[in-house]
């Protein structure tokens, strides 16, 4: 199993973007996805996780302006971001775990390259 991330650019703060994940291979041997992100000179942190079973999770930053979805028939899982701020710049990243439910990335076995996402002020 593959995960190839898309979907970031350039964008002004109180914009939108939405960001993609393809999923090559079984997606039925994964359960969690996750989106994470590393803002510059700063470490990882989650950002959204969704289940096999469509249970999802934020971060606190996140919440009600991000949401994560999964189509699993198209083998996707995606990331709508509204309201983006200058803070939401970072690189991110979907992630893939076998189990039920985590929210350690230290549990994802599967990682995409990233993609870039940079929200001007």
């Known amino acids: 199993v593959q995960l190839q991330a898309s979907g970031g650019g350039l964008v002004q703060a109180g914009g939108s973007l939405r960001l993609s994940c393809e999923v090559s291979g079984n997606i039925f041997r994964v359960n969690t996805m996750g989106w994470y992100r590393q803002p510059p000179g700063k470490q990882r942190e989650l950002a959204a996780l969704i289940s096999s079973s469509g249970f999802t999770n934020y971060a606190d930053s996140v919440k009600g302006r991000f949401t994560i979805s999964r189509d699993d028939a198209e083998k996707r899982i995606y990331l709508q971001m509204d309201s983006l701020k200058p803070e939401d710049t970072a690189v991110y990243y979907c992630?893939?775990?076998?189990?039920?439910?985590?929210?350690?990335?230290?549990?994802?076995?599967?990682w995409g390259q990233g993609t870039l996402v940079t929200v001007s002020s």
């Open positions: 992630a893939a775990s076998r189990r039920i439910y985590t929210s350690s990335a230290n549990f994802y076995e599967l």
